[in-house]
């Protein structure tokens, strides 16, 4: 858990953000879009995925996808605060991501009624998404063995097809 930052701690931060954004030529200048507010999220979570705890920079992680900037409270449901805000604005890992974006669809609007978005409802809303993706996980891999038993069932059907007389030649 992070500690709570104070406002002149989100200052330095953003000054930090700056100027990362600022020296960098690659993926962390892309955060023109997504603006500084984004990039404080990620300095927060010092690059985790808030979710799942998972080192999101590293080789391969920060192309194609395979990480986000996730809105706490998603757009559809708060388009006032998008990534306005540092405390919407989280790194995720693309599965956690996936997960959560279920959840948003199925919550009520009123996680944020006034528009502010506040350290402790940030705190909470993460709480909250953490639970319900650790419970996800849990009943997908509930059910693993027998769809992983399944696949080796059809991988071996594929092979054997492989291996037969004039396949992979055209004929």
């Known amino acids: ?14 000054g930090i953000a700056e100027e990362l954004r600022r020296n960098d030529h690659g993926f962390w200048r892309d955060f023109k879009e997504k603006g500084i507010p984004a990039l404080m999220g990620w300095l927060y979570y ?6 799942c705890g998972e080192e999101l920079v590293r080789p391969g992680q920060l192309i194609g996808g395979a990480t986000k900037t996730d809105h706490l409270l998603s757009i559809s449901k708060s388009p006032n605060i998008g990534f306005s805000s540092h405390f919407n604005a989280v790194p995720a890992c693309a599965g956690c991501n996936s997960i959560k974006a279920v959840w948003d669809r199925k ?7 006034d528009g502010v978005l506040t ?3 940030h705190d909470r809303l993460v709480a909250e998404a953490r639970d319900v993706i650790k419970r996800e996980r849990a009943e997908a891999d509930a059910g693993f063995e027998s769809e992983r038993t399944n696949w080796m069932k059809a991988l071996e059907q594929r092979d054997a097809l492989e291996n037969q007389p004039g ?4 004929a």
């Open 119 to 121: 350290q402790e409802i």
């Open 1 to 14: 858990m992070n500690k709570q930052f104070s406002n002149d701690d989100w200052d330095r931060l953003r």
């Open 107 to 113: 919550r009520k609007p009123s996680d944020c009624p």
């Open 167 to 170: 396949v992979g030649t055209g």
């Open 46 to 51: 010092r690059g985790k995925c808030v979710y």
